[in-house]
């Protein structure tokens, strides 16, 4: 069975200041990695994505994010952040012919302050 | 034009109801999904259905129900409503093939048992 783990439940950060939201996965099976970001009261949207090839992934709105498999994380990351990033961003897995279901971490909400 | 629409928003109900929450997609996506997402924002699947066929079915009270009328649409019917029930559903779809592993989210349904 596949699990993830975000490492912070909330990340509080000033505006223009680097940041970095944790997450990590277990499966025994090869897995696709994905990040989405929920703004208050909307739904996901789509931030980034691991299926295959370069390990280091550019999404929107800046983000980037590093599949590393050997410690079996995938980092989100951007260098500067706004206060409009504020929002809670959720890590997910899924696994190639499962169905396409997404197993998701508990979520880390971002506060940006001025 | 929105992706995948939801309706109601927002339901409010009382204990023992019935209601029923529609989903449509003008993706043209094969697999559409339930999510659950409850208090502390834990995002977690329910159902999933491709071309009218259930392919997945987690652990779920028999008092929830789906039904996919055709490919672009998926309603969840929710028999005797729990207070235990109040929480987020979303709806997402997804297109079929080799890396079409991308899931777009509904705008969320917010269900509220009084």
């Known amino acids: 069975a596949q699990s993830v783990t975000q490492l912070d439940s909330q990340v509080p950060v000033f505006e223009e200041a680097p940041v970095e939201l944790r997450c990590n996965y277990s499966s025994s099976v090869s897995v696709y990695l994905f990040w989405y970001v929920q703004y208050p009261n909307q739904g996901l949207q789509l931030l980034l994505k691991?299926?295959?090839?370069?390990?280091l992934v550019k999404g929107i709105n800046g983000f980037e994010a590093e599949f590393n498999k050997s410690q079996t994380s995938f980092h989100l990351r951007k260098p500067s952040v706004h206060i409009s990033d504020t929002a809670e961003y959720f890590c997910a897995v899924s696994v190639y012919n499962q169905g396409g279901k997404l197993i998701f971490g508990q979520g880390t909400e971002l506060s940006v302050k001025p | 034009d929105t992706a995948v629409s939801q309706t109601p928003k927002y339901l409010v109900t009382q204990m023992g109801n019935d209601k029923s929450i529609k989903c449509e997609q003008n993706?043209?996506?094969?697999?559409m999904y339930w999510y659950k997402q409850d208090s502390k924002k834990f995002l977690k699947i329910m159902f999933s259905y491709n071309n009218k066929e259930l392919i997945i079915n987690e652990t779920v009270p028999n008092r929830f129900s789906p039904k996919s009328p055709d490919k672009a649409h998926l309603n969840l019917h929710i028999n005797s409503l729990e207070l235990g029930d109040s929480a987020v559903y979303f709806c997402?779809?997804?297109?079929?093939?080799?890396?079409?592993?991308?899931?777009?989210f509904g705008p969320g349904t917010r269900l509220l048992v009084l």
């Open positions: 993706l043209g996506h094969d697999t």
């Open positions: 997402a779809s997804r297109a079929s093939g080799m890396y079409q592993e991308t899931q777009y």
């Open positions: 691991y299926l295959s090839g370069s390990t």
